[in-house]
């Protein structure tokens, strides 16, 4: 994937939703040669993500704008920072503001979910992941976000990893004939991408332990005692990751199991925006 690339249709496809045929509010009460200056202030603590696709939207908006980061991604925050500093046409500043918030709160809110769980299984060696329950067409956007708080990503889509969950195994007739398949098409297609496995109960764990030649095995929606058997089981004989259920409370338990990873949809599909505006000076 092309990044730059997507950003730039990424955010020519927001502006266009959201001028449409003009910004009819600033064009009709603000002169075109007035020039200002805004200050982006965070409003709560957290982690902060999105500084620079900001500094993109607004210069996509107007490349005469002037952008001025004073904290970077990744950046621990507190009420009252101010993150950067925006100056030029003030009908250009109006333009990009909503636009540049609503890619930072939410990119702000998945790294701040992302750092807590990272900090609540430090010590351990798991790693916490993110899944594909993304909002459409911003999955590039808050998988970056998650590494910015501290997380891994897991496949960025369907094309960089086979993974064979419940219902491919179930459409297949059983775990050995979906492991089987898939190692054909990858020799078939001439493929060298990694395969994983979801399993449901120690008879599906059995089953991918003994056809092997797979690169990590997934334990989903097991106990925490389950987890710990199921890892003594793979005994190192492959990647191995937990996944369902998985919350705050519980995520250090699961770390302890031994297992190598962690994914916790919810760092996506509901996650808190952080708190924070973009105020006129």
């Known amino acids: 994937m092309n990044t730059q690339r997507y950003l730039d249709d990424l ?31 965070i409003k709560e603590r957290g982690i902060l993500a999105g500084v620079e696709v900001a500094r993109q939207v607004f210069t996509k908006i107007d490349p005469d704008l002037s952008f001025e980061a004073l904290l970077k991604d990744s950046a621990t925050v507190e009420e009252g920072d101010v993150a950067f500093f925006v100056s030029g046409s ?3 500043l109006l333009q990009g503001e909503r636009l540049a918030l609503n890619f930072m709160q939410r990119m702000s ?3 701040t979910k992302t ?3 990272v900090e609540l299984i430090d010590g351990t060696n798991a790693k916490v992941l993110d899944t594909r329950k993304t909002t459409p067409s911003m999955r590039l956007l ?3 976000a998650v590494k910015m708080g501290g997380g891994f990503n897991h496949r960025m889509g369907l094309y960089d990893m ?12 059983g775990v ?3 492991i089987e398949n898939a190692l054909g098409y990858l020799e078939k297609n001439n493929l060298n991408i990694p395969i994983e496995v979801e399993t449901r109960n120690f008879g599906e764990l059995e089953a991918v332990l003994k056809v092997g030649k797979i690169q990590r095995v997934m334990f989903d929606n097991y106990s925490v005692d389950n987890t710990y058997k199921a890892v003594k089981m793979v005994d190192g004989q492959m990647e191995t990751e937990s996944s369902g259920g998985i919350t705050a409370k519980n995520i250090r338990d699961y770390a302890a199991t031994g297992v190598d990873f ?3 949809g919810a760092l996506t599909h509901s996650v808190k925006s952080l708190d924070m505006s973009l105020k006129a000076i």
């Not at 502006?15 to 200002?36: V, Y």
């Not at 086979?162 to 007739?173: E, Q, R, S, T, V």
Request: some cysteine; proline content about 3%; hydrophobic content about 40%.
């Open 176 to 178: 050995s004939n979906a």
């Open 142 to 144: 808050e998988k970056m």
């Open 109 to 111: 809110g998945i790294a």
């Open 11 to 41: 955010i020519e496809r927001a502006i266009a939703e959201d001028i449409g045929n003009g910004d009819h509010s600033s064009n009709s009460c603000i002169p075109p040669n007035a020039r200002g200056k805004m200050q982006l202030i």
């Open 262 to 264: 962690i994914s916790v």
């Open 90 to 92: 003030e009908i250009s």
């Open 115 to 117: 750092h807590e769980l």
């Open 162 to 173: 086979i993974m064979l969950k419940d219902n491919h195994i179930d459409f297949a007739g």
